[in-house]
């Protein structure tokens, strides 16, 4: 099936409130730029408003999070602690919010140019986490609200060349709401999967 036909039928057919299941969608789903491509291997899932507080759209639409509400296949990109950033995959029904955040990867392809941009480090660890896969494939702000699927941004998405691993569901990291909400998705033992620290409320 052509990667338009699995886009309309996979992700922009799935409502808001199976985003779950579109991000199970997207493993094994490989992530190329600026010359270097990740192969996804865990990803973690929100929806949309008055449905997941832990989403940034739960309190409606701001010029921050409006790509959010669609249309699918957009790039929606933030920032957090004012110096890394994180990407995720909008999906889901035009109009309402629902997204896929890209937390890890392994590098399949371009792993010198990743090596470089990530330093001397054990190559399971190059894209092992939301902020470190953005700086392995060089994505900034400046990718927000471009697409993933026409070849019209700085990243595209292709299919999986064969069948993925069994994948395994937990609860999401780092929320500090609906923390045991079972959206975070990876391939099974898979070393590239970023480590699960539960939020800890500050004293």
């Not at 010029?63 to 957090?80: D, K, S, W």
């Not at 993933?148 to 569901?169: N, Q, R």
């Not at 923390?179 to 939020?199: A, E």
Request: contains cysteine.
């Amino acid at each position: 099936m052509c990667l338009a036909c699995r886009v309309r039928y996979e992700w922009q057919e799935l409502p808001a409130d199976r985003v779950d299941e579109a991000a199970r969608l997207l493993l094994g789903w490989r992530l190329t730029a600026n010359g270097v491509t990740v192969r996804l291997t865990e990803v973690e899932a929100y929806s949309g408003l008055g449905m997941d507080p832990a989403s940034h759209a739960h309190r409606g639409m701001t010029n921050r999070n409006e790509v959010m509400f669609g249309p699918a296949g957009m790039l929606y990109v933030y920032q957090i602690y004012g110096m890394h950033f994180c990407a995720n995959v909008v999906c889901g029904e035009e109009g309402i919010a629902a997204a896929v955040l890209l937390r890890a990867g392994a590098v399949v392809d371009g792993i010198a140019v990743a090596r470089e941009r990530r330093g001397a480090r054990k190559d399971t660890d190059l894209a092992a986490g939301p902020a470190k896969l953005m700086q392995v494939l060089a994505l900034n702000r400046a990718a927000n609200d471009t697409s993933v699927l026409d070849g019209s941004g700085p990243a595209t998405l292709t299919p999986p060349d064969g069948p993925v691993a069994p994948i395994e569901a937990g609860p999401r990291v780092g929320v500090t709401s609906a923390l045991d909400v079972p959206w975070r998705f990876w391939i099974k033992d898979d070393p590239t999967v970023s480590t699960y620290r539960r939020h800890t409320p500050r004293r």
